[in-house]
């Protein structure tokens, strides 16, 4: 039952990224512009035999179908191609920066649960005293508060007047990245044993991690809140407390449990929401990550870079979604019968 | 309970992490505390770190650390090229031929001697890979009678060469290192030098520093070669570090930078007041240029004289150096201030505000006209579009409509290229400093073109600009790229605007860092 619920997925996964890759040739194809001469200096863009050297280099002298089907048929010897701005395989780019944007989600996304979840439990339990209306600005601050300007308010606080954090980058100026396991230096810092080098890698995450975290804590605020809310009215719930169960046991085992289901379909939205607000938090703090790739190859018409990206974006959405429905099943057994 | 225990495992990590970090900023936030790293903020346009396909400002600034030249410029400087790599040359009467007299004591950093052979392998890899700074070796053959000796011919006098071969393009390379990695020289090298990824990890140079790691999207790191043969560098370690305007500014004020080279005029105020920081202003060789296509095909309105006439006297040129910030200056030609042949500031063109709208009178009723630009760039903090609402407004107070058609640069070049616009909003930097870079704005020539302007329409023009190509007396070249600029200002195809200011941000312990026309900034004289 399992394994072909995994082949459905993975079947329909590689159908969606084919008609990604054809919507987007055809999207930067329409585009006005020559990808081929847009990275050329002045004087070599006005010389023919250097605009067709570079075109034959990049198969940009093949019609666009042609094109499409090469790069298919590179795909499934998982080559995507070579980027024709940084002139680097499109996979080593996506394992340099993908991992980089993967790091800062994963970070966000441990904070925002453990705060967004955490007082949205806290909320619920004292629903409308004077913590419940402190949490409720809170977690509409988070939600409604430009991402942008929260980033740049932290790198002034806690980078510019209080030297606390370092304002960009992943680590310090000239310093070796760790040897790369998952190309996230925090956790690889960590398996090389290297201490001084996971503190760099923590030290220059946070800041962008809690920004990045800020709407998605308010988010899973709320939704905790309410969905503790509507399972804490349940006779099962008032049953369990007739039975003289602590209050925690209750509501860690009992509500929390069948108030989780509506917070992770939440959390899959969410995730899908901070990849975008990735982008900006990558600008603001300086984080080679795959927000930054993905404008600056869209900025130079880099075709092959611009389908890696959308190819990696896509499997990221579909793997979180797998994730998610995977989670339903063990947290609610029903889902799983089903 | 398990939920509980891994939030709780989360929470002790992060506040253990925060506490780590909390009790020591010093230490997270850059090596500015070690004196023999220096850490440079630059908005990376770096895409290799072979010199012979290296023509990016930012590989000019890594590369003239790594890579010598027959000759190069003192500090500060930009009109006068010194000994390198070459101790002398001597120049033959009609500006053809080139001999350069090699030092005996330059070594690469693998400790094998430079000779001869290694610049003329070096120049004509340049020439044949096709790269973007091939035009550079057009029309010159290179040979060497001897180990020491070097000549340089030219199909055609030119006294531009000295200039042109300190580019960071034309560095000397350890020849049969980069032969023995896949380089070649020969005619078909654009198809077979395959040594582009090796000179991406391993020095092949002879220049102060040497390679560490290349990354043209985060940091690059260079290091002080052991075997320079000259003074030895003044740090142990540079990190050249990829970073925005933006984040520059920040990584200055938070010690994370010790140099910011991108900081715009509207950005300077935020740090005028601190301490800890030094600011050395010069004026870039970028110039800023309106162009109206001259090519009636493409407008029959912007290729008429009273057009021209009216934007180059209705154009408020004091007003766009507000634009263009503090430290900015109206460019009189084509040729930027900073190099031989400029036109002095009194030839600046002025706003005559009756003279345009007798020009606009002369049109009688037309369209608006389009203006494109590029949307999604600006340098020194200077917005095109910024620049072109000015434009746009000026031009209306004289009565002429304008029409503002932005699109990311990447399209917009291709319009720029293909001589479509009516009108256009570009800048150019300087491929060498020497005013024979200039002559591409001619009719006929690549950014003559491009507006359209063909030799046809100005005979006299196109002959001014090949005297100005072979001229050699300095006097006289000087006079006839004044001749030139004035006999261009006078057509007004193109609307020279303004050279924006260059600023370099440095910790006031940082001695040395100042601007440079050529490079951006020359690191090998920096803590010298």
């Known amino acids: 039952m399992l394994f072909r619920f995994i082949l459905s997925r993975l079947g329909s996964a590689a159908i969606l990224s084919v008609g990604i890759i054809l919507v987007s040739f055809i999207l930067t194809a329409l585009l006005p512009g020559d990808a081929a001469t847009s990275r050329l200096g002045e004087r070599a863009a006005a010389d023919p035999e250097i605009v067709a050297a570079v075109r034959a280099r990049y198969g940009l002298d093949q019609p666009l179908y042609m094109q499409f089907f090469i790069y298919l048929g590179n795909l499934l010897r998982g080559d995507l191609g070579t980027s024709i701005r940084t002139q680097n395989p499109v996979l080593s780019d996506l394992a340099q920066f993908g991992p980089a944007s993967a790091e800062l989600a994963i970070a966000a996304t441990l904070i925002a649960i453990v705060v967004g979840v955490g007082f949205g439990i806290v909320a619920s339990l004292r629903a409308n005293g004077i913590i419940d209306q402190v949490l409720r600005v809170v977690s509409l601050g988070g939600v409604s508060i430009p991402i942008f300007w929260l980033a740049l308010i932290a790198v002034y606080l806690f980078s510019t007047v209080n030297r606390i954090f370092p304002s960009s980058g992943r680590l310090n100026p000239g310093e070796t990245p760790p040897p790369q396991v998952t190309g996230m230096y925090t956790f690889d810092s960590l398996v090389a044993g290297n201490w001084p080098l996971f503190i760099s890698a923590l030290s220059h995450l946070i800041l962008p991690a809690l920004v990045l975290s800020a709407p998605m804590i308010g988010l899973l605020l709320r939704f905790t809140r309410s969905s503790m809310l509507e399972v804490l009215g349940n006779e099962y719930v008032r049953a369990a407390e007739a039975k003289g169960l602590p209050r925690h046991t209750v509501v860690l085992r009992h509500v929390l449990r069948g108030a989780l289901v509506p917070v992770i379909t939440v959390l899959g939205t969410a995730f899908a929401s901070l990849l975008a607000g990735t982008v900006l938090v990558e600008q603001i703090f300086g984080w080679p990550g795959i927000g930054a790739y993905a404008f600056r190859s869209a900025s130079n018409l880099d075709l092959p870079a611009i389908v890696g990206v959308t190819l990696f974006v896509a499997l990221v959405y579909i793997t979180v979604n797998l994730i998610v429905d995977f989670l339903y099943g063990v947290i609610d057994p029903r889902i799983r019968r089903a | ?528």
């Open chain 2, 1 to 528: 309970m398990r939920i509980s225990r891994g939030g709780a495992f989360v929470a002790a990590v992060l506040a253990g992490a925060l506490a780590l970090t909390g009790c020591t900023p010093a230490d997270t936030t850059g090596p500015d505390t070690a004196k023999d790293v220096l850490v440079v903020g630059k908005s990376f346009d770096l895409n290799t770190a072979d010199p012979a396909r290296s023509f990016e400002t930012t590989g000019g600034i890594f590369g003239r650390a790594v890579y010598d030249t027959l000759l190069t410029f003192g500090k500060g400087d930009a009109t006068t090229p010194i000994p390198m790599v070459a101790e002398s040359y001597e120049v033959n009467e009609g500006a053809t031929e080139y001999t350069f007299m090699l030092r005996d004591d330059v070594v690469f950093s693998d400790g094998t001697p430079l000779t001869s052979a290694d610049v003329v392998f070096s120049f004509d890899r340049v020439k044949n890979i096709q790269g973007n700074g091939s035009f550079l070796m057009e029309g010159l053959s290179v040979t060497a009678p001897d180990e020491s000796t070097v000549i340089i011919t030219s199909e055609k006098p030119n006294t531009a060469i000295p200039a042109i071969i300190t580019a960071q393009t034309l560095g000397i390379v350890n020849s049969e290192l980069v032969k023995a990695n896949g380089g070649t020289d020969a005619a078909d090298a654009s198809t077979t030098d395959t040594a582009e990824e090796f000179l991406n990890t391993t020095s092949a140079g002879s220049g102060p520093y040497i390679i560490e790691t290349f990354n043209t999207e985060t940091e690059t790191v260079i290091v002080a070669n052991p075997n320079y043969w000259g003074e030895p560098a003044a740090y142990e370690k540079i990190v050249l570090k990829n970073a925005t305007a933006e984040n520059q500014l920040m990584d200055i004020q938070s010690g994370t930078i010790d140099i910011a080279l991108d900081l715009g005029a509207d950005q300077l105020p935020a740090i005028e007041s601190n301490p800890d920081l030094a600011i050395e202003s010069g004026i870039s060789p970028t110039i800023f240029f309106l162009f109206s296509n001259a090519n009636p095909e493409i407008s029959k309105v912007t290729s008429t004289q009273a057009f021209r006439d009216a934007v180059k006297y209705g154009l408020d040129y004091d007003g766009l150096l507000e634009i263009a910030g503090e430290g900015s200056e109206q460019v009189a030609g084509v040729v930027p201030s900073v190099f031989f042949g400029a036109l002095k500031p009194a030839d600046v063109t002025v706003r005559d505000i009756d003279k345009a709208k007798a020009a606009v009178a002369e049109l009688g009723d037309i369209d608006p006209i389009s203006l494109e630009y590029p949307s999604d760039f600006s340098v020194a903090g200077i917005s095109f579009g910024a620049v072109a609402e000015r434009v746009q407004a000026n031009l209306k107070e004289v009565g002429l409509e304008i029409t503002l058609a932005p699109s990311p640069i990447s399209t917009a070049l291709d319009s720029y290229r293909g001589g479509t616009e009516e009108m256009g909003l570009w800048l150019w930097n300087p491929d060498y400093p020497d005013p024979a870079d200039y002559l591409v704005f001619a009719p006929d020539n690549i950014v003559g073109l491009r507006a359209g302007w063909t030799g046809g329409s100005h005979p006299d023009l196109v002959a001014l600009s090949e005297q100005a190509a072979v001229a050699t007396e300095e006097a006289e070249r000087g006079e006839i790229f004044r001749e030139y600029q004035l006999a261009m200002n006078e057509v007004g195809v193109f609307a020279p605007l303004f050279q924006p200011a260059a600023t370099v941000v440095a910790g006031k312990d940082i001695e040395g860092a100042v601007f440079s026309a050529v490079f951006g900034i020359d690191l090998t004289y920096i803590g010298k």
